[in-house]
C-alpha cells in the first residue's frame, strides 16, 4: 500500500532541488544528442571479454531514465534505461570531477540524464560505460514505484500506463509484440495486393454490425452523427467504386460492456476482395493470423493461458449443426430437433424467444454451450439468415447464409462472408432489421439508403472479413484482459 505522506515528502524534495537547478541556469537542457542505444551495445559487444573490448576505447553516448543507483565512495553503479533496453553506468569522482560526481550523488531514480565515456566490462563481466560526463536532462518530480514490486495495482497499471512502461519490461515487450504484428499485416496486405484506405469515423448512419453506437451531435452540420461501429458499407462502397481489394486497419466503437474482452473503443482490421467467396477468405484469414503471429514471436505455435494454440495445422471448419454434435453432446437428430433445442436453452437458463425456428433455436444453443470450448482454431460457419442481415445467402439452403466465425480460445477472432450484393435483397434486410429497431432493439440494423443506391450501380461478387486486432494481439502476447494490450483502454473516471 502506497504511503502518500512519505510521496508527497519526496515531490517536496525533489521540486527543491529543481528550483536550485533553475536558479543555476537550464533546468530543462534540450541540446545532448545520444548516439547509441543499450539493447544495440549489448548486441554489438557483449559477447566479447574486457581484454578485447576496453583497449578499443569505444566512445558512447546514452540518454535515458536513471533506474537503479549504488554510490559507494569515490565509485559508483548506475542502471540506464532507454527506449531499447538497460544499461550498466559505472561513475567515478577521478573521471567526472569533484562537482559533477557531487551533483550525481544527488540524482534522483526516474531522472533523465546523458551520459558520455566508454565500453568496458566489470570483474563480474557486466557491460558497462565508463563514465566521462553526465549531465541532468530532465528532473522527475515524482517517485518511481518500488523497484521489486513495480505498480501492483492493475487498474493503476492501466490508468498510468506511462509508469507501467517505465517499471514494467513485459508490458513494454508486449506492445513491441503488437507493432511488429501490425506492422507484418500491413505488409503482408499490400504484398496481396490490397489498398490500404481511410473510411469515416463520424457516420450519419451507423452501419456493418449489429451494435449500440456511441451518438454525437456535429454543430456545423446541425446533424445527429455516430461514431462508427463498423467501417464495412463505406469500404463495399469502394469495391462498388471499382477497387478490388481494400482493407482498413483503424478504431470502431460500440457503446456496450466492458470486460476482459470488450473495450468500447477497439482496433479492427476489415478486407474486402472482389471474386472471393467465404472459402477464399477462410483460407485467407488463416494466413494473416499465421503471419502476423510469426512476425511478433518467431513461432506460429503459441501458448495462451498456459495452454498450446497452434495456427500451423490448417483450421477445423465446423458447421452450427455439426458443432453442436462435436461439442453439446447432441445426436444428428437432436441437433435439428426445434424442440430439444429450446429444451436445451432453457435448461442452461436462456429462454429463446417464440418466433425462434430451427436456424436461430441452433444458434443460440452454440453461443451458449459451444463457443467457449473452441480452444483449437476452429470456423464456424453457415450461420442463419436472420443473424447475418449483411451477408449472401447460399444458393442451395436459402434459410443460411455464406458465412463463417473464427474461434480461437473460447472467443470470437474473425467474421466474414461472401457479400451481399442484390440491392433488393439488401433493402429487404434492412427493413427487416428497422422493424427490429423500431419494436426496441437498439443493435439493430438502420436502413441506409445510399448504400442501396450503391449497390444498384453494381457490386462484383464480394467477399469480406472483419478481424479483431485486440483480441489477435492478446493472444500473440498470451494477455488475460484486453486492457494489457491497449495502451489507454477505458476506465471509469478517476475518482
Known sequence: MTDHSDDNQLITERREKLAAIRARGVAFPNDFKPTHHAQELLRKHDPQPNDELEPQAIQVALAGRMMLKRVMGKASFATLQDGSGQLQLFVTKDALGEEAYAAFKHLDLGDIVGASGTLFKTKTDELSVRVTSLRLLTKSLRPLPDKFHGMADQEQKYRQRYVDLITDADARARFVARSKALASIRQFMVEHHFIE?????????????????????????????????????????????????????????????????????????????????????????????????????????????????????????????????????????????????RARLKSLGHEAPAHWKLAELQFGLFEAAVEEKLWAPTFI????????????????????????????????????????????DQAARFQAQAANKDAGDEEAMYFDADFIRALEYGMPPTGGCGIGIDRLMMLITDSPSIRDVILFPSLRKES
Open 197 to 341: 484506405v481511410e473510411t469515416p469515423m463520424l457516420h450519419p448512419i451507423p452501419g456493418g454490425a449489429n451494435a449500440k453506437p456511441f451518438v454525437t451531435h456535429h454543430n456545423a452540420l446541425d446533424q445527429q452523427m455516430f461514431l462508427r461501429i463498423a467501417p464495412e458499407l463505406y469500404l463495399k462502397r469502394l469495391i462498388v467504386g471499382g477497387f478490388e481489394r481494400v482493407f482498413e486497419i483503424n478504431r470502431s466503437f460500440r457503446n456496450e460492456g466492458i470486460s476482459v474482452r470488450h473495450n468500447p473503443e477497439f482496433t479492427m482490421m476489415e478486407f474486402y476482395a472482389a471474386y472471393w467467396n467465404h472459402h477464399d477468405l477462410m483460407d485467407y484469414t488463416e494466413q494473416v493470423l499465421r503471419h502476423a503471429a510469426r512476425h511478433a514471436t518467431g513461432s506460429a505455435t503459441l501458448s495462451y493461458g498456459g495452454k498450446v494454440v497452434d495456427l500451423d495445422p490448417p483450421f477445423t471448419r465446423l458447421t452450427v449443426r455439426d458443432s453442436l454434435v462435436r461439442h453439446a453432446e447432441l445426436t444428428e437428430a437432436q441437433a435439428g430437433d426445434a424442440d430439444v433445442l
Open 381 to 424: 460457419i453457415d450461420y442463419p439468415v436472420e443473424v447475418s442481415p449483411l451477408a449472401r445467402a447460399s444458393d442451395t439452403d436459402p434459410s443460411i447464409t455464406e458465412r463463417f466465425e473464427l474461434f480461437i480460445t473460447g472467443r470470437e477472432y474473425a467474421n466474414g462472408f461472401s457479400e451481399l450484393n442484390d440491392a433488393e
